[in-house]
């Protein structure tokens, strides 16, 4: 068996110090960017709880910035591995790792968001490449992004989930035009994407055509596997805000509000333990559906305090910091205003997946319920109301 | 802290569930007392957690939550929480090896005179003799020996010795119970200070019946999303509408979360000293987060089970009465929230 712990430690010794980039490279190049892809592409084939192994050993050197590389590395990578060519896989994943190209996903459109297999984004075969054409939306990252996951509708008179085919988009490609999306509070840190006539060559489709929707289940489950984020301290993070104010601000305690503190932060804690848990469960190989738990709870979670925090403060907690329309590149929930945390808190529960979508997933698909009856699976998406 | 389940506790789970399904009968008379000889005699888990030098298997509470979880699963009627978890932790707190040696061997069972909810009973010493009553005490049916506090001091009792009565009380609870206990003149032997084993037996206690709540749940939610798929009204299952679904849903993240808050405050009482303030904080947290847990997944039970779930012919009342049970007795989880505020210094309205 490998002593990973030994191979991390020859490559720091001969690792190149001199600039960040090169060492990110070096260390794709020698397996220890995701120790369970298989060598040649960032890994050794080897389980993934090792990677941890190497993350304590590397810690302290050049890093990729999670945040800004989470799309790529949570969704774009794991699906060019399992259904991408070797040349893709080659050409995409270890810019994509380094941090020297950032992803972005084009799949919600504004006609179908929850209803994704029902996208209207048409591809149509153009020599040996497609044309792409339409509007898409909530993409973040879409500014500065180099490539993009898409999903597209290659045979509209096939019924929906059949006619569609998936792709990489070079946002480099002319007719991609990227416009921010302002939000409720304010910034912007979604985009609008209008797709006109952008021509893709076909080594750019990533799995066969109409086979698109299989293929984006799987860049589905790792959104949803990789959603719950890491570990914060018990205390920490919105209930750390919440209970910071309670401490630091004697007027404005009331009995009501210390039991509905208290309960939310038995609930924090809870939900805590619960990605506590997750992690632990994929660390020994043996992800569950509780990353879905997780993303629920948080989501209303985040919703109470935050909504009580306002309360709290009375007239102080009605002035905003600022509207002005920034571009944000991540949830800012504790340095900015607590209205700025009550607004941008009401999109947990729709990002990733709306709340009731993923109850019904739960429903479905962990315990087992039969699906509702549906009258769109068979019927040409031609011919589906829109 | 590891917050799974190990490979010695799934085959302990294994040999649980084995024992429990073959014994799954009508637990209406309140205390099964074969099953309870032959956890005994079988699997050795009324004494899991004694010594090894006192004839037990030397377990932590980590594993006897486990028995925990399996024994809310099946709701067996048996005196495993009063005994061998708060008895035996009050018994090791106090120092005793002679209890704890008969409850290692099956030939004794052990209960806690206080009360299973709320104040502690008023009984006085005098003249070596133990004078007074405890009204509501768990699992002390079925117990061979009384661990009454009186004064400052924790005393050994026969239960059914000279001056001690028993009287059974019609509980909410029909599979887990209460008696009132009267002491005149009983004689008693002082094992330790009172104070030190009672509030440690308290801790595990709290801590552990977060883990029965969370074998209640489960079945809760097994058995009605086993009902919602089968049962068919309006021409088609109930489990396909989605106002049935979302609630199995939150049913069963709620449960999710209860299984980590359950198996961290396991691992928390799992050490050597019971006093600190995290064992407090975790037994208070799970408490204040899994009684309740339970409490709805019972609700929902009998709910959605609908015309059914009303009846007495079906289990899900007995699983109602008993989560609803345990949700009070080691203290409700609003008293719980008020204990994790005095932990995390969290001060109520009102103080500076």
Same mark, same amino acid.
């Given at each position: 068996?490998?002593?990973?712990?030994?191979?991390?430690?020859?490559?720091?010794?001969?690792?190149?110090?001199?600039?960040?980039?090169?060492?990110?490279?070096?260390?794709?190049?020698?397996?220890?960017?995701?120790?369970?892809?298989?060598a040649?592409?960032?890994?050794?084939?080897?389980p993934?709880?090792?990677?941890?192994?190497?993350?304590e050993?590397?810690?302290? @050197?050049?890093?990729?910035?999670p945040?800004r590389?989470? $799309?790529? !590395?949570?969704?774009?990578? &794991?699906? =060019?591995?399992? #259904?991408?060519t070797?040349?893709?896989?080659?050409?995409?994943?270890?810019?994509?790792?380094?941090?020297?190209?950032?992803w972005?996903?084009?799949?919600?459109e504004?006609g179908?968001?929850?209803?994704?297999?029902?996208?209207?984004t048409?591809?149509?075969?153009?020599?040996?490449?497609?044309?792409?054409?339409g509007?898409?939306?909530? @993409?973040s990252?879409?500014?500065?992004?180099?490539?993009? $996951?898409? !999903?597209?509708r290659?045979? &509209?008179? =096939?019924?929906? #989930?059949?006619?569609?085919?998936?792709f990489v988009c070079?946002?480099?490609?002319?007719g991609v035009d990227?416009?921010?999306?302002?939000?409720?509070?304010?910034e912007?840190?979604f985009?609008?994407?209008?797709?006109?006539?952008?021509f893709?060559?076909d080594d750019?489709?990533?799995?066969?055509?109409?086979?698109?929707?299989?293929?984006?289940?799987?860049?589905l489950?790792?959104?949803r596997?990789? $959603?719950g984020?890491?570990?914060?301290?018990?205390?920490?993070?919105?209930?750390?805000?919440?209970?910071?104010?309670?401490?630091?601000?004697?007027?404005?305690?009331?009995a009501?509000?210390?039991d509905?503190?208290?309960r939310l932060?038995?609930?924090?804690e809870?939900?805590r333990?619960?990605?506590?848990?997750?992690?632990?469960q994929l660390?020994?190989?043996?992800?569950?559906?509780?990353?879905?738990?997780?993303?629920?709870?948080?989501?209303?979670?985040?919703?109470? $305090?935050?909504g009580?925090?306002?309360?709290?403060?009375?007239?102080?907690?009605?002035?905003?910091?600022?509207?002005?329309?920034?571009?944000g590149e991540?949830v800012?929930?504790?340095?900015?205003s607590p209205?700025?945390?009550?607004?941008?808190?009401?999109?947990t529960?729709i990002?990733?997946?709306?709340?009731e979508?993923?109850r019904n997933i739960?429903?479905?698909?962990v315990?087992?319920?039969?699906?509702e009856?549906?009258?769109?699976?068979?019927?040409?998406?031609?011919?589906?109301?829109? | 802290?590891?917050?799974?389940?190990?490979?010695?506790?799934?085959?302990?789970?294994?040999s649980?569930r084995?024992?429990?399904?073959?014994?799954?009968?009508?637990?209406?008379?309140?205390?099964?007392?074969?099953?309870?000889?032959?956890?005994?005699?079988?699997?050795?888990?009324t004494?899991?957690?004694?010594?090894?030098?006192?004839?037990?298997?030397?377990?932590?509470?980590?594993?006897?939550?486990?028995?925990?979880?399996?024994l809310?699963?099946?709701?067996?009627?048996?005196?495993?929480?009063?005994?061998?978890?708060?008895a035996?932790?009050?018994l090791?707190?106090?120092?005793?090896?002679?209890?704890?040696?008969?409850?290692?061997?099956?030939?004794?069972?052990?209960?806690?005179?206080?009360?299973?909810?709320?104040?502690?009973?008023?009984?006085?010493?005098?003249?070596?003799?133990?004078?007074?009553?405890?009204?509501?005490?768990?699992?002390?049916?079925?117990?061979?020996v009384?661990?009454?506090?009186?004064?400052?001091?924790?005393?050994?009792?026969?239960?059914?010795?000279?001056?001690?009565?028993?009287t059974?009380?019609v509980?909410?609870?029909?599979?887990?119970?209460l008696?009132?206990?009267?002491?005149?003149?009983?004689?008693?032997?002082?094992?330790g200070?009172?104070?030190?084993?009672?509030?440690?037996?308290?801790?595990?206690?709290?801590?552990?019946?977060?883990?029965?709540?969370?074998?209640?749940?489960?079945?809760?939610?097994d058995?009605?999303v086993?009902?919602?798929?089968?049962?068919i009204?309006?021409?088609?299952?109930?489990?396909?509408?989605?106002?049935i679904?979302?609630?199995?849903?939150?049913?069963w993240?709620?449960?999710?979360?209860a299984?980590?808050?359950?198996?961290?405050?396991?691992?928390?009482?799992?050490?050597?000293?019971?006093?600190?303030?995290?064992?407090r904080?975790?037994?208070?947290?799970?408490q204040?987060?899994?009684?309740p847990?339970?409490?709805?997944?019972?609700?929902e039970?009998?709910?959605?089970h609908?015309?059914?779930?009303?009846?007495?012919?079906?289990?899900?009342?007995?699983?109602?009465?008993?989560?609803?049970?345990t949700?009070?007795?080691?203290?409700?989880?609003?008293?719980?929230?008020?204990?994790?505020?005095?932990l995390?210094?969290?001060?109520?309205?009102?103080?500076?």
């Open positions: 068996m490998t002593d990973v712990r030994e191979l991390v430690r020859a490559f720091r010794a001969s690792a190149p110090t001199d600039d960040p980039v090169a060492f990110l490279r070096a260390r794709f190049d020698a397996g220890l960017a995701w120790v369970h892809y298989p040649g592409l960032g890994g050794l084939g080897l993934r709880e090792q990677q941890a192994i190497v993350d050993e590397l810690a302290g @050197t050049p890093s990729n910035d945040r590389i989470g $799309i790529g !590395l949570g969704m774009a990578a &794991p699906t =060019l591995l399992r #259904h991408g070797a040349a893709q896989k080659r050409r995409f994943l270890r810019p994509l790792w380094t941090g020297e190209e950032l972005c996903q084009l799949f919600s504004p179908a968001g929850s209803d994704l297999a029902g996208l209207a048409r591809a149509v075969r153009d020599g040996d490449g497609w044309r792409i054409t509007q898409k939306v909530w @993409t990252m879409a500014h500065r992004a180099r490539w993009a $996951i898409l !999903l597209a290659t045979d &509209p008179d =096939l019924p929906k #989930h059949r006619g569609l085919t998936y070079d946002m480099t490609a002319p990227v416009r921010p999306l302002r939000q409720l509070t304010g912007a840190e985009n609008e994407v209008f797709l006109t006539d952008v893709l060559p750019l489709r990533l799995g066969a055509v109409g086979e698109g929707w299989a293929v984006a289940r799987t860049t489950m790792n959104e596997v990789s $959603i984020g890491g570990a914060l301290p018990r205390g920490g993070g919105l209930i750390g805000v919440l209970t910071a104010l309670w401490t630091g601000r004697p007027d404005v305690r009331t009501a509000a210390h509905e503190m208290m932060w038995v609930a924090a809870a939900a333990l619960t990605g506590v848990r997750a992690r632990q660390a020994a190989g043996d992800p569950g559906p509780e990353g879905s738990a997780v993303k629920l709870a948080f989501a209303e979670l985040a919703q109470r $305090i935050t009580l925090e306002l309360e709290l403060r009375g007239a102080d907690g009605l002035r905003h910091d600022d509207w002005t329309m920034r571009r991540a800012d929930f504790e340095g900015r209205t700025y945390r009550w607004l941008r808190a009401k999109g529960s990002e990733g997946g709306t709340s979508i993923l739960i429903a479905e698909r315990l087992g319920l039969p699906a009856p549906r009258t769109d699976t068979t019927v040409p998406w031609r011919e589906l109301p829109r | 802290m590891n917050l799974l389940y190990s490979q010695d506790e799934e085959s302990l789970r294994d649980l084995a024992l429990l399904r073959s014994r799954a009968g009508s637990p209406d008379d309140g205390f099964d007392a074969q099953v309870w000889r032959l956890l005994a005699a079988e699997l050795g888990v004494g899991l957690i004694v010594p090894e030098k006192l004839g037990g298997a030397g377990a932590s509470l980590r594993e006897a939550a486990l028995v925990m979880e399996e809310g699963r099946f709701l067996t009627p048996v005196p495993y929480l009063g005994c061998a978890v708060m035996v932790t009050a090791r707190v106090a120092g005793d090896t002679t209890v704890l040696s008969r409850i290692a061997d099956g030939s004794a069972c052990a209960a806690l005179a206080v009360p299973f909810a709320g104040p502690g009973g008023d009984v006085r010493v005098t003249g070596g003799t133990l004078t007074g009553r405890v009204a509501s005490v768990a699992d002390a049916l079925a117990a061979d009384l661990l009454v506090p009186a004064g400052d001091e924790l005393y050994e009792v026969a239960a059914d010795g000279p001056g001690v009565t028993r059974p009380v509980s909410l609870d029909v599979t887990r119970p008696v009132d206990l009267t002491l005149s003149a009983a004689p008693g032997r002082s094992i200070p009172a104070q030190p084993a009672l509030g440690a037996a308290r801790t595990a206690g709290a801590a552990l019946l977060a883990s029965e709540q969370l074998g209640v749940a489960e079945w809760c939610l058995s009605t086993e009902y919602a798929r089968t049962r009204q309006f021409g088609r299952p109930i489990g396909s509408f989605q106002a679904k979302h609630r199995l849903a939150d049913v993240v709620s449960v999710t979360q299984r980590a808050v359950a198996r961290f405050a396991a691992g928390a009482v799992s050490g050597v000293e019971l006093d600190g303030a995290e064992p904080l975790a037994a208070a947290l799970a204040a987060h899994c009684g847990v339970a409490v709805r997944a019972a609700e039970c009998v709910q959605l609908g015309g059914i779930g009303f009846t007495w012919e079906h289990p899900a009342h007995l699983y109602l009465k008993r989560a609803k049970t949700s009070v007795a080691l203290g409700t989880a609003a008293a719980h929230r008020g204990e994790l505020a005095g995390l210094g969290l001060t109520p309205a009102g103080t500076p």
